[in-house]
């Protein structure tokens, strides 16, 4: 997706950009929209499922790599278990 932002400035290094205060404010808003909206959809098993399939691994790494996040993430994984047969459970 594309994120506008007038705040940034334009003709600048991609380092210095990388370690500009508002872009850290934006990557914190959109990782916290996108946890919400992960979290909406969990709340229809069947939606969800179609979801895990693509985005498992980018979850897992995202537990593996956002301490910040991690156990809001680790919320959405999904395993499957002996108890619940075919079903992917959480651990939650």
């Known amino acids: 997706g594309v994120v506008d932002s007038?705040?940034?400035p334009l003709?600048?290094?991609r380092e210095t950009l990388q370690r500009n205060k508002i872009l850290?404010?934006?990557r914190k808003n959109l990782v916290k929209k996108a946890i919400e909206m992960f979290?909406?959809?969990a709340e229809d098993n069947e939606?969800?499922?179609k979801f895990y399939e693509q985005f498992s691994k980018n979850l897992k790494l995202g537990v593996?790599?956002?301490s910040a996040n991690r156990a809001k993430l680790a919320?959405?994984?999904r395993y499957s278990s002996t108890k619940s047969g075919e079903?992917?459970?959480s651990l939650k």
Do not use: A
């Open 24 to 26: 850290k404010v934006i």
């Open 47 to 49: 939606n969800y499922l």
């Open 6 to 8: 007038e705040d940034l």
């Open 39 to 41: 979290n909406e959809i």
């Open 64 to 66: 593996h790599e956002d």
């Open 11 to 13: 003709n600048i290094s």
């Open 75 to 77: 919320e959405l994984l």
């Open 87 to 89: 079903k992917m459970t």
